[in-house]
Structures are given as structure tokens and as C-alpha cells.
């Protein structure tokens, strides 16, 4: 001290004054644009399903006008789609193995052009139909293969760490749900835009000229790599890493992610060459037989939740709101065919906006909170929708107050359905299953899915001919609170648990509550734990 300097003690040098960077957390990794994009890009294969949902709502109006189509054959032109596409998506699998991720989404474009090609130069029943099945089989193709190539190329930061908790792998799904909305909206609108020329070419132009997305679409696709896992499985190895040197955010992810394709395949972890043999592996053996002939009770609690999530989002009436939007708003007072269109547009985009107010709240809220409420509110809107109708019909004039609460309930009912069930169905039967089988689990709810649409899609009008419309919406209703029960005491919470708290979560069906405070109490006597540990070794 003599100096007027302060004495430097060993210990504080050495210990207390560590640098500052050295107690920096690490950061962040930035998220890879490239990857990102090419998963948007092959998402954007579901603007086929939905331009095809959406314009046929409105092309339908003067089909039946110019080809005199009966109501039964107007029914089957509109949901046969839903059917065709079961077909598509059970050769996708196959044919992506054979050719490549990449270039059965240029395939699934180019049968949708030859379909939309065909329906707008239809001249009949016959020929149109026709076009629905080539269309059909392409959107088939495009809903299955663009979720696997976007889990297959995204890195860890967008594709979440699906091993460990599965609910951060939701986005391939949310991009599907999101352009499935913006493909109807743009159907919406190419009614609006040709509803003006003669009724023989309208129709025509607005189904035909759903060609053009997927030229693109096709084209864009060629820009982007192959599945670095279908590159692997194919024993290219070289090519596969100069993928994932691109698609992963670190070199040292991208070596991570090449070591765990290579395991899968049953390639050596010392095989370096650019191009190696591959024995060729049989996946889903004996999967089929855990699924559904020996489950285990967590396994078959499952099933039930996935599948069942399936058929009541379809059930509760969705596709007749979306498809036959102008017949409702018809029945309801609205005569005028642009005045009917305007209206289904509104419908479009009330369902594009909450599909986007779904992304901030899905993971703050969580998936069995948003459900009920969403399932509630549609609930009250489908109600409030075979009350307005009902007034309707049996009225000798217009009810204003009517038709605005028939207007304002189809596009409440939209909004609920957007911000739970729409979105939750797919998060949550994607998320719920076991890794091993989450393949065969999925494509098994997404059948049911697409059977009850269909069925429902056919059957509409028959259905509103026999009970009225306003019957079928309460219908609609009833079945929705059938869906309340079923969600309220069977489906568990998914937020945040990890697959081994799943399998611990499920099984226990109507007594899932009191395992999961087991799993609450249990996770805070670990936290505690670690907190003592903390203190301790602070004060030591």
C-alpha cells in the first residue's frame, strides 16, 4: 500500500476476476435462410389442396348452370377429391424412395397441371370428373411428401429437437395449415376476378388457370437440394454433406446430423467415401402389429386421441362451411352471385388472418387450452348459424338481423376453428406418437381425415335437403359437443413433455390428470433438488 496501489491477492486474481467473456452464455446460433426457404418452398405444394378447396366453392355455381349437373352429381364433383388424394398420398411414399424427395414434388406438380389442364377444357360430367382424378392423385402426392421433405432437410433450430421434445416440430405442419388457407383464399379470389365472363368460360378459367402455381411451383422446386436422408439412402454420401453443409446451421451440426442419417441406414461410422454400398432395409416391420393388433395401453390411448382429434375436426363441419360457402350465404338471403362471392372471400381471408394469430399463441397458451376454447366457440357460432337459417326459411321476408347473424357466425365459426382445431389436429397426432410409430400413426389419422371430409363434402346437400339447413348446422353442433367431451377427458396436455413423459401421460385414458400432477410434483421436487445443489455448492 505504500505505493497507493491496492495489494493483488492470489486468490481474487485467479478466481473473482475472471474476464467478462468468459461467463458470456453462448450464442444463439442463426437460423439458416437457405434451409428455411426450401422448406417454405416445398410447404407451398398444399396451395394446390387449397386453391382447389377454395375455387371450386364459387366454380361450382355456374358448372351447374352451364353442364346442368344434378345436385347428387354436384355433391361427388365436390368432395370426390378428398378420396382421389388417398391415392396419391399411398404411392408418395414409394415413389419418393424410388426417384428422390425432391423430384416427387415436381411430379406431384406436374399431375396437378395435367388435372387442372383437363378440368378447364372439360365439356362434360364425364371429362371433368376426370380432371378431379389426375388433380386428385397430385394433391395427394404434394400433402405427403412436402412434410417429410421439410423434416428431412431443416436444421436442428426450425426442425426442433424432435427426439427429445417433439412439440417444437410442429412448423412443418403450421406451413402445410398456412398455405392450405392461402391456396383457398386465392380460389376465393380467382372466383371473384372471373365471375364476370360468360358462364361457359368463367368456370373454365377459374379451375384451369390453377395450372400456373404449379408450373411454378414445379420449376421452383428444381432449385432446391435433395433430401440429404434419401441421398444417404442411396449411398451418396459426398452429395449428402455438401447438403447439409448448407441446410445446417454449424459444420458441427451439419457432422451430427450426417453421423445419426448414417446409423439409420446401417452405413459404417467410419464409411467416408463420397458414394458407398447400401444395403437396402424394410421399414415398419412389425410396426403395424404394435399399432393395432398388440398396443400397449399408452399406444392405444394414443391412437384413439389421434384418430378421433382427426375425425371430429372434420365432423364438426368445416368443409361444408368452406365449400359450399356461397350455397349457405344463398339460403341465407344473399342472391346476387357476385355479392356471394365477395362473402366467401371474407370467409378466405378471416382464415388465413387466425391461422396466423394461432403461430403466437400455440405454444403460449398450449395445445388442450386453445382446443377447448376453440371447440367452444365454434360450439356457439354453429348454433347461432342454424338459428339464423332456420329464422330464415320459415320467414315470408328478408330479416336483416338474420342474415348478418348467418353472415357473422360462418365467419366467427372460421376464426375458432383456425386458432384450435384447424391447426391442433395436425400438431398434436404428429407430436403424441411414438418416433417409431409416428409414419404408419399419422398416415392412419390423415385417412380418416380425408374419408370424413369426403363424406362430409358429398353429403351436404343431401343432408340440408332432408333436415334443412339450418338442421344440418345444428347437426354440425351437436357432433362438436360430442368432440368437447371426447377432447376434455381424453386428450391430454402435450406442451412441454418430453416422449418418456408421454409414454407415462398416456395409457392411464379417463385418469391422465392425476398423472400428470404426478409428473408436476415430481418435476418440482427435481427442480428443488437442483436448486439446493445450487445453493450448496454457492456457499461452499
Given at each position: 500500500m505504500a505505493d497507493g496501489k491496492p495489494e493483488k491477492s492470489g486468490v481474487s486474481s485467479g478466481q473473482s476476476h475472471l474476464p467478462i467473456p468468459a461467463f458470456d452464455p453462448p450464442k444463439k446460433p442463426k437460423r439458416n435462410k437457405y434451409a428455411l426457404a426450401c422448406s417454405f418452398l416445398a410447404s407451398m405444394t398444399s396451395i394446390l389442396l387449397g386453391y382447389d378447396i377454395g375455387v371450386m366453392s364459387g366454380a361450382i355455381i355456374y358448372i351447374q348452370k352451364d353442364l346442368k349437373i344434378t345436385d347428387v352429381q354436384k355433391e361427388v364433383v365436390m368432395g370426390i377429391l378428398n378420396i382421389y388424394s388417398l391415392l396419391g398420398s399411398a404411392a408418395a411414399g414409394r415413389t419418393s424412395d424410388w426417384i428422390g424427395r425432391r423430384y416427387t414434388i415436381v411430379f406431384a406438380g406436374a399431375i396437378f397441371f395435367v388435372g387442372a389442364l383437363l378440368m378447364g377444357f372439360a365439356t362434360n360430367y364425364a371429362f371433368l370428373m376426370v380432371g378431379r382424378f389426375v388433380a386428385g392423385i397430385g394433391v395427394g402426392y404434394a400433402l405427403m411428401i412436402a412434410p417429410v421433405y421439410t423434416a428431412e432437410v431443416a436444421p436442428a433450430s426450425s426442425r426442433g429437437f424432435l427426439t427429445s421434445f417433439p412439440e417444437m416440430g410442429w412448423s412443418k405442419w403450421y406451413n402445410q395449415i398456412l398455405e392450405i388457407a392461402s391456396g383457398i383464399l386465392l380460389g376465393y379470389v380467382s372466383n371473384f376476378a372471373f365471375s364476370k365472363l360468360p358462364t361457359n368460360l368463367g368456370w373454365r378459367f377459374m379451375l384451369g388457370i390453377g395450372a400456373i402455381p404449379a408450373i411454378f411451383l414445379a420449376i421452383g422446386v428444381l432449385a432446391m437440394p435433395e433430401s440429404p436422408r434419401w441421398l444417404v439412402m442411396q449411398g451418396r454420401l459426398g452429395e449428402a454433406k455438401r447438403v447439409l453443409d448448407r441446410t445446417s446451421d454449424?459444420?458441427?451440426?451439419?457432422?451430427?446430423?450426417?453421423?445419426?442419417?448414417?446409423?439409420?441406414?446401417?452405413?459404417?461410422?467410419?464409411?467416408?467415401?463420397d458414394v458407398v454400398s447400401v444395403t437396402k432395409r424394410h421399414h415398419g416391420e412389425g410396426v403395424w402389429r404394435e399399432l393395432l393388433l398388440r398396443p400397449t395401453p399408452a399406444v392405444r390411448h394414443i391412437l384413439i386421441c389421434a384418430v378421433g382429434i382427426h375425425f371430429f375436426q372434420q365432423a364438426s363441419g368445416i368443409d361444408a362451411v368452406v365449400l359450399y360457402s356461397p350455397e349457405i350465404f344463398e339460403r341465407a338471403g344473399i342472391t346476387n352471385d357476385t355479392d356471394k362471392l365477395l362473402a366467401t372471400m371474407a370467409v378466405g381471408f378471416t382464415k388465413t388472418v387466425f391461422i396466423l394469430v394461432a403461430t403466437f399463441w400455440l405454444d403460449r397458451i398450449g395445445r388442450r387450452p386453445l382446443l377447448l376454447s376453440s371447440v367452444v366457440g365454434m360450439?356457439?357460432?354453429?348454433?347461432?348459424?342454424?338459428?339464423?337459417?332456420?329464422?330464415?326459411?320459415?320467414?315470408?321476408?328478408?330479416?336483416?338481423?338474420?342474415?348478418?347473424?348467418?353472415?357473422?357466425?360462418?365467419?366467427?365459426?372460421?376464426?375458432?376453428?383456425?386458432?384450435?382445431?384447424?391447426?391442433?389436429?395436425?400438431?398434436?397426432?404428429?407430436?403424441?406418437?411414438?418416433?417409431?410409430?409416428?409414419?404408419?400413426?399419422?398416415?392412419?389419422?390423415?385417412?380418416?381425415?380425408?374419408?370424413?371430409?369426403?363424406?362430409?363434402?358429398?353429403?351436404?346437400?343431401?343432408?340440408?335437403?332432408?333436415?334443412?339447413?339450418?338442421?344440418?348446422?345444428?347437426?354440425?353442433?351437436?357432433?362438436?359437443?360430442?368432440?368437447?367431451?371426447?377432447?376434455?377427458?381424453?386428450?391430454?396436455?402435450?406442451?412441454?413433455?418430453?416422449?418418456?413423459?408421454?409414454?407415462?401421460?398416456?395409457?392411464?385414458?379417463?385418469?391422465?390428470?392425476?398423472?400428470?400432477?404426478?409428473?408436476?410434483?415430481?418435476?418440482?421436487?427435481?427442480?428443488?433438488?437442483?436448486?439446493?445443489?445450487?445453493?450448496?455448492?454457492?456457499?461452499?
Amino acid at each position: 500500500m505504500a505505493d497507493g496501489k491496492p495489494e493483488k491477492s492470489g486468490v481474487s486474481s485467479g478466481q473473482s476476476h475472471l474476464p467478462i467473456p468468459a461467463f458470456d452464455p453462448p450464442k444463439k446460433p442463426k437460423r439458416n435462410k437457405y434451409a428455411l426457404a426450401c422448406s417454405f418452398l416445398a410447404s407451398m405444394t398444399s396451395i394446390l389442396l387449397g386453391y382447389d378447396i377454395g375455387v371450386m366453392s364459387g366454380a361450382i355455381i355456374y358448372i351447374q348452370k352451364d353442364l346442368k349437373i344434378t345436385d347428387v352429381q354436384k355433391e361427388v364433383v365436390m368432395g370426390i377429391l378428398n378420396i382421389y388424394s388417398l391415392l396419391g398420398s399411398a404411392a408418395a411414399g414409394r415413389t419418393s424412395d424410388w426417384i428422390g424427395r425432391r423430384y416427387t414434388i415436381v411430379f406431384a406438380g406436374a399431375i396437378f397441371f395435367v388435372g387442372a389442364l383437363l378440368m378447364g377444357f372439360a365439356t362434360n360430367y364425364a371429362f371433368l370428373m376426370v380432371g378431379r382424378f389426375v388433380a386428385g392423385i397430385g394433391v395427394g402426392y404434394a400433402l405427403m411428401i412436402a412434410p417429410v421433405y421439410t423434416a428431412e432437410v431443416a436444421p436442428a433450430s426450425s426442425r426442433g429437437f424432435l427426439t427429445s421434445f417433439p412439440e417444437m416440430g410442429w412448423s412443418k405442419w403450421y406451413n402445410q395449415i398456412l398455405e392450405i388457407a392461402s391456396g383457398i383464399l386465392l380460389g376465393y379470389v380467382s372466383n371473384f376476378a372471373f365471375s364476370k365472363l360468360p358462364t361457359n368460360l368463367g368456370w373454365r378459367f377459374m379451375l384451369g388457370i390453377g395450372a400456373i402455381p404449379a408450373i411454378f411451383l414445379a420449376i421452383g422446386v428444381l432449385a432446391m437440394p435433395e433430401s440429404p436422408r434419401w441421398l444417404v439412402m442411396q449411398g451418396r454420401l459426398g452429395e449428402a454433406k455438401r447438403v447439409l453443409d448448407r441446410t445446417s446451421d454449424s459444420l458441427d451440426e451439419s457432422k451430427l446430423r450426417l453421423a445419426d442419417i448414417k446409423e439409420a441406414a446401417g452405413i459404417p461410422e467410419n464409411s467416408n467415401d463420397d458414394v458407398v454400398s447400401v444395403t437396402k432395409r424394410h421399414h415398419g416391420e412389425g410396426v403395424w402389429r404394435e399399432l393395432l393388433l398388440r398396443p400397449t395401453p399408452a399406444v392405444r390411448h394414443i391412437l384413439i386421441c389421434a384418430v378421433g382429434i382427426h375425425f371430429f375436426q372434420q365432423a364438426s363441419g368445416i368443409d361444408a362451411v368452406v365449400l359450399y360457402s356461397p350455397e349457405i350465404f344463398e339460403r341465407a338471403g344473399i342472391t346476387n352471385d357476385t355479392d356471394k362471392l365477395l362473402a366467401t372471400m371474407a370467409v378466405g381471408f378471416t382464415k388465413t388472418v387466425f391461422i396466423l394469430v394461432a403461430t403466437f399463441w400455440l405454444d403460449r397458451i398450449g395445445r388442450r387450452p386453445l382446443l377447448l376454447s376453440s371447440v367452444v366457440g365454434m360450439i356457439v357460432s354453429l348454433c347461432g348459424l342454424g338459428v339464423g337459417l332456420t329464422v330464415i326459411e320459415h320467414s315470408d321476408h328478408k330479416l336483416v338481423w338474420a342474415v348478418a347473424l348467418c353472415i357473422s357466425t360462418v365467419l366467427s365459426y372460421v376464426a375458432f376453428f383456425s386458432i384450435g382445431l384447424g391447426p391442433i389436429t395436425w400438431v398434436y397426432s404428429s407430436e403424441v406418437f411414438p418416433l417409431k410409430l409416428r409414419a404408419q400413426g399419422c398416415s392412419m389419422a390423415v385417412a380418416v381425415n380425408r374419408v370424413t371430409s369426403g363424406v362430409l363434402s358429398m353429403s351436404f346437400i343431401s343432408l340440408y335437403k332432408a333436415i334443412s339447413i339450418g338442421g344440418a348446422f345444428f347437426l354440425y353442433g351437436g357432433v362438436t359437443c360430442v368432440a368437447l367431451v371426447f377432447f376434455y377427458t381424453l386428450l391430454p396436455e402435450t406442451q412441454g413433455k418430453t416422449l418418456e413423459e408421454m409414454e407415462t401421460l398416456f395409457g392411464t385414458f379417463f385418469k391422465w390428470r392425476a398423472t400428470s400432477r404426478a409428473l408436476k410434483e415430481k418435476m418440482g421436487e427435481n427442480n428443488g433438488q437442483v436448486q439446493m445443489g445450487n445453493t450448496t455448492n454457492a456457499q461452499t
